[in-house]
């Protein structure tokens, strides 16, 4: 049973506009919550996270928001840049801490942003 | 750079034999953590040692086991190999500075 769904496989965006890539979880333990880009032949890089006593968390161009009630998590990028394509990973913790903590990972969201 | 180096990048070999894949983590972290990553697939984790004992386990084939030595690298043992363990294995280390992936070997068996 997957615990953190991001159903939508892939995104396609123009260049400028909002990006918004969603993702679920159904894990009400889970109280840590991060944004991975993955380019290819490359490892995951950290962008953004959100601990579960908020509900927004935003750094430059990147804001992450969190509606527990719904077990939602949603990462907006304004405005998408070509950079930006790349797959898009939604992970959850049950640690907010930045000690040891293994995350439990969507299936991830290939963005790409249109010139 | 993350920090994380896993060797080799890149690992070719036939169905029943076994490798090993290797993680140093990032200066100053104790945990390790061993991701796989299959096609279409998110990333699935296998397993957690924290300054040399196995903290966690994940969904780890009895086939595969890990170890973390007192230097802190870490090695992931896969033996009889099958077609459908061909995938990326992640390394990540966790410590004050957060938690940070390597670039990964690909391990394709034929």
């Known amino acids: 049973d997957q615990q953190v769904k991001q159903n939508s496989p892939s995104l396609s965006v123009q260049e400028g506009r909002i990006s918004i890539l969603n993702c679920d979880y159904t894990?009400?333990?889970?109280?840590?919550f991060l944004w991975y880009k993955k380019y290819p032949a490359e490892g995951p890089t950290f962008l953004i996270s959100?601990?579960?006593?908020?509900d927004k968390n935003e750094d430059g161009r990147f804001t992450v928001f969190l509606n527990k009630s719904a077990k939602h998590l949603s990462l907006h990028i304004v405005p998408s840049q070509p950079g930006d394509s790349a797959v898009y990973f939604c992970?959850?913790?049950?640690?907010?801490?930045?000690?040891?903590?293994?995350?439990?990972f969507g299936k991830g969201t290939k963005l790409s942003v249109i010139p | 750079d993350s920090g994380v180096t896993q060797t080799p990048k890149h690992l070719i070999t036939a169905t029943g034999q076994r490798v090993t894949l290797r993680c140093s983590p990032r200066?100053?972290?104790?945990?390790v953590y061993w991701y796989q990553q299959s096609l279409d697939q998110g990333l699935q984790f296998l397993i957690q040692y924290y300054n040399g004992e196995e903290r966690a386990k994940g969904n780890i084939l009895e086939r595969f086991s890990a170890q973390q030595f007192p230097d802190l690298h870490s090695e992931l043992n896969l033996s009889s190999l099958e077609l459908g363990d061909s995938a990326l294995y992640f390394c990540?280390?966790?410590?004050?500075?957060?938690?940070?992936f390597g670039s990964g070997t690909r391990l394709t068996v034929v």
């Open positions: 959100i601990s579960s006593i908020k």
């Open positions: 200066s100053g972290d104790l945990s």
């Open positions: 894990n009400s333990m889970f109280d840590y």
């Open positions: 990540a280390s966790s410590g004050v500075k957060g938690y940070t």
């Open positions: 992970a959850a913790s049950e640690s907010s801490g930045a000690g040891s903590y293994q995350l439990t």
